[in-house]
């Protein structure tokens, strides 16, 4: 079993940053590859930001590429999302998702384990 435990979230003006962070305890096998996802009110959750653990590869959303990082730091465990630039339509609630897959991952049901969220919002 994987838990996993966002924090960083906030409230913060446009062109503001913020930095997400998500712990993971448990077996570290199934955390190969993990994932940030994000949900607006009425929206479905959409993919923003997937890397793998123990290689470079990462992947993002074509609407945050440039402006937000996905990272990770092995020794504790955590995987981050640095968000800058950030705009109104960036608000929602971001969800940290891990995989025992060693591949990147887009979509949700290719996630078996998730954290709680935690809310964004972006005030313009």
């Known amino acids: 079993q994987v838990q996993l435990v966002e924090s960083g979230g906030g409230l913060v003006q446009a062109g503001g940053s913020l930095r997400l962070s998500c712990a993971a305890s448990?077996?570290?096998?199934?955390?190969?590859?993990m994932g940030w996802f994000r949900q607006a009110p009425g929206k479905e959750r959409e993919f923003v930001a997937a890397?793998?653990?123990?290689?470079?590869?990462?992947l993002y959303a074509d609407s945050v590429k440039g402006r937000f990082t996905i990272s990770r730091d092995n020794v504790k465990n955590t995987v981050y999302l640095q968000m800058n630039n950030l705009k109104p339509e960036d608000t929602a609630v971001y969800f940290c998702a891990a995989t025992a897959s060693g591949v990147v991952l887009t979509r949700t049901p290719s996630y078996a384990y998730w954290g709680q969220g935690t809310q964004v919002t972006v005030s313009a």
């Open positions: 890397g793998t653990w123990g290689g470079s590869r990462t």
């Open positions: 448990g077996s570290t096998f199934s955390t190969q590859s």
